[in-house]
């Protein structure tokens, strides 16, 4: 008897959409719309396209960083 409840709500979630996405909303979309807003406060709510360009640290003598090396490479046509 109960494996036939059983049997007939996973056959709905399954084959009817409106009820196998409010399962999905229940399960992880909660969550979901927690994480978009917890990364849209710490990206500080800027506009799309908008360019965010940190200062260079003052010039001093401790830092370790010259530049890069250069590296060969061959053009591939």
Same mark, same amino acid.
Do not use: A, C, H
């Given at each position: 008897? *109960?494996? =036939?409840?059983?049997?007939?709500?996973? *056959?709905?979630? *399954?084959?009817?959409?409106?009820? /196998?996405?409010? %399962?999905?909303?229940? *399960?992880?979309? !909660?969550?979901? %719309? =927690?994480?978009? =807003? /917890?990364?849209?406060?710490? /990206?500080?709510? !800027?506009?799309? @396209?908008?360019?965010?360009?940190?200062? !260079?640290?003052?010039?001093? @003598?401790?830092? !370790?960083?010259?530049?890069? #090396?250069? %590296?060969?490479?061959? #053009? %591939?046509?």
């Amino acid at each position: 008897m *109960l494996f =036939k409840y059983l049997f007939i709500i996973t *056959l709905v979630i *399954l084959f009817v959409p409106p009820v /196998r996405r409010f %399962v999905f909303y229940l *399960l992880v979309g !909660r969550q979901l %719309v =927690k994480e978009q =807003k /917890r990364q849209g406060d710490i /990206r500080g709510n !800027r506009r799309e @396209g908008e360019i965010k360009v940190d200062n !260079r640290p003052p010039k001093g @003598g401790d830092s !370790r960083y010259s530049g890069g #090396e250069y %590296v060969d490479y061959e #053009e %591939v046509k």
